[in-house]
């Protein structure tokens, strides 16, 4: 099984920057893509940013605006997301994500809150 780890939230005030960290650790190779996704308080959980693990493409949520970037440390099997010109909107839970697709298989770490205000 796949195991994620998610570090990096906290309190950031308007316009600030904060980087997540998502350390994955078990079957590692089985690994195709891994990403982040948020959930606001009563909201639904969407997309942030996603890097598959065959070209590193990368794809993100429309909100993001150029402002989010993802990136791998494949020696550490890590990924990062590096906020900036952070928004009170984008205050949530951010999740990291894994998925395998020749046999699909989907696993959750248990999210770093990200909090954006003065």
């Known amino acids: 099984q796949v195991q994620l780890v998610e570090s990096g939230g906290g309190l950031v005030q308007p316009g600030g920057s904060l980087r997540l960290s998502c350390a994955a650790s078990g079957n590692i190779a089985s690994i195709d893509a891994m990403g982040w996704y948020r959930q606001a308080p009563g909201g639904e959980r969407e997309l942030v940013a996603a890097i598959t693990f065959l070209d590193e493409t990368a794809s993100y949520g429309y909100f993001v605006k150029d402002r989010f970037t993802i990136s791998r440390d494949k020696a550490k099997n890590t990924i990062y997301l590096q906020m900036n010109s952070l928004k009170p909107e984008d205050t949530a839970v951010y999740y990291c994500?894994?998925?395998?697709?020749?046999?699909?298989?989907?696993?959750w770490g248990q999210g770093t809150q990200v909090t954006v205000s003065s």
């Open positions: 994500n894994a998925a395998g697709t020749f046999i699909p298989w989907e696993v």
